[in-house]
């Protein structure tokens, strides 16, 4: 266990990179999902040629058909929750989409049999208190803000249906065999929707490009990678728990890097988010013995 939560510690501050490129491409949301993505998949294409080729040939019915959907998944969660911004709050989208712990929980209740007792739940809840502490607080349903937090929450939904995904696929293909079939597909559906949406996908200075490759190799190719990894081992809420410290390490690089002081409310919501992660792998350790 202790293996794996180091792991996991790793792939959040390799995640937590992800709002820093983010901001400075300066390209639209759509674009710079799509070469995120796009990027992840060609670092990973010479590995997944040299060795998962055969096992991707082979690949059939139920596995391939949740793969897809894993993929599928996925981009659709970074369409939704980086476009929800464009139409509600920070505060709303920030809530809203840190829910997914919540989702896994269930899902993984009714769809995958993994019970979840009251203790982790409780848990869970704590962690969710301390991103709407991050988020200031003010998280409110206005009508203005409808579309946005209806983004924002599909967002939560479909990373806790990618997570799930890749508890269940998991089991049965190796590593390098499916991240690079979801990142691949997540890629197409993205290049999809920004046809749908008019987003233009050039041109761009080569800074920007700099910052889609550092994208696809910190927080996805390390980051989410680890993630996968981790859904062979541990149960998928397991995992969905720990992408919350990723506000948390976003606040921290964002004041070492622009100088932005977190307010005060930070430091109580940090503390909440870890606790309850800590209570999370301790509850479960403790229901396993």
């Not at 920030?94 to 989702?103: F, G």
């Not at 541990?234 to 969905?240: E, P, R």
Request: aromatic share 14%; hydrophobic share 55%.
């Amino acid at each position: 266990m202790t293996k794996n939560f180091l792991l996991l510690f790793i792939a959040v501050v390799a995640v937590s990179w992800a709002a820093i490129f983010i901001k400075l491409t300066g390209a639209p949301p759509l674009a710079t999902a799509f070469y995120r993505m796009s990027f992840a998949t060609l670092f990973i294409l010479p590995l997944a040629l040299k060795k998962s080729l055969p096992e991707i040939l082979k690949i059939r019915g139920k596995t391939l058909i949740i793969t897809l959907l894993s993929g599928i998944f996925l981009g659709f969660h970074f369409a939704t929750w980086i476009t929800s911004l464009d139409y509600t709050s920070i505060s709303n989208s920030v809530v809203l989409v840190t829910t997914q712990p919540i989702w896994v929980a269930i899902l993984s209740h009714f769809l995958l049999k993994e019970k979840v007792n009251l203790s982790i739940l409780l848990a869970i809840l704590l962690a969710l208190s301390g991103s709407f502490i991050i988020s200031g607080g003010d998280f409110k349903i206005a009508e203005a803000n409808f579309f946005g937090d209806i983004l924002a929450l599909i967002g939560a939904v479909t990373a806790g249906a990618y997570l799930l995904c890749g508890r269940v696929v998991r089991q049965n293909l190796s590593l390098i065999t499916y991240i690079f079939l979801v990142y691949f597909i997540s890629a197409f559906v993205l290049g999809i929707l920004c046809v749908i949406w008019g987003t233009h996908l050039y041109p761009y200075p080569p800074k920007t490009f700099l910052w889609f490759i550092l994208l696809g190799l910190v927080p996805t190719i390390i980051g989410h990678t680890l993630y996968n990894w981790a859904l062979k081992y541990l149960k998928a809420y397991l995992v969905a728990i720990n992408i919350l410290g990723e506000p948390v390490g976003a606040t921290i690089l964002a004041y070492l890097i622009f100088k932005q002081a977190p307010p005060t409310l930070t430091y109580l919501g940090a503390t909440a988010i870890f606790t309850g992660i800590f209570l999370v792998f301790w509850s479960q350790k403790k229901a396993e013995r």
